[in-house]
């Protein structure tokens, strides 16, 4: 699917909405509520819209982790484990989205982000000043699972899914909250490359669309992965805040 009208008023309007998906997807999550509604909009069935918004996603990860490689924070072979994993996964939640009906898609997606809400809003305190991290033996094999696991709902719809990465790095292995959003891009950039190649062959991605998008993610997510290093915690907090409020109403009223 490659379509392109040099003077639709779609295209500006898919970098726009790129951008900032990109950047709140680094910093928290929640970005495809943007932009797979905005691909539907344009007339794309849902299945498709699903598979051409992983081009974004695939670009923004990309951009943010060159972007936190480029302030010195890494976490590898970590991330490449879990990426592994979660890639694993992803091929089977993909093929799941493919082969369902657009309704039941719409409905199941709606019941998973008010469970991913309720994780957010009443997730556990923990001590920020006293954390050791879990990396290896045990944790490193219990991780690679869950993310198997969380690679199936990635490859699926992705949808929020930065929100549930972003809570069992922190309170399960333990890494603070720059180190996990450095973490999450890069297990997103490795599982979604599965998810693409997945809808790619099930010709389910408009890449005109796609690649738009994914030009406006790769600076959001750039941008993004520099600003919050700088800035610390407490922007990547106020982002996530913000981004499970939108997504509250959403759900609720939309």
Known sequence: ?????????????????????????????GGSLL????????????????GTNRIAIFMSA?????????????????????GFAGLLGALIGAQIAIDIEGDLFNKILAIIM????????FKPNIDYK?????????YLFISMIAFFFIGI???????????VIMLFLHYYNKLDLVKVNATKVVIVLIYTTGAIITFALADKINWTYGLFLASGNFLG??????????????????????????????LWFF
């Open 35 to 50: 932009t797979l509604p905005l691909l539907i909009f344009m007339g794309l069935p849902p299945a498709v819209a699903n």
């Open 221 to 250: 997510g750039w941008t993004s992965s520099r600003w919050s290093v700088k800035k610390g915690e407490k922007a990547i907090k106020f982002f996530l805040i913000v981004m499970v409020l939108l997504m509250s109403v959403k």
């Open 62 to 82: 990309f951009s943010a982790t060159a972007g936190f490689k480029s302030k010195g924070v890494s976490n590898y072979p970590f991330n490449a484990y879990l």
């Open 1 to 29: 699917m490659f379509e392109f009208d040099l003077f639709s008023w779609h295209y500006p309007l898919l970098i726009l909405a790129g951008f900032i998906a990109g950047f709140i997807n680094t910093m928290a999550g």
């Open 153 to 163: 709902y990635g490859g699926f719809i992705n949808a929020g899914i930065g929100f």
């Open 114 to 121: 008010i469970v991913v809400v309720f994780l957010i809003v």
């Open 130 to 138: 006293n954390l050791s991290e879990r990396l290896n033996g045990k």
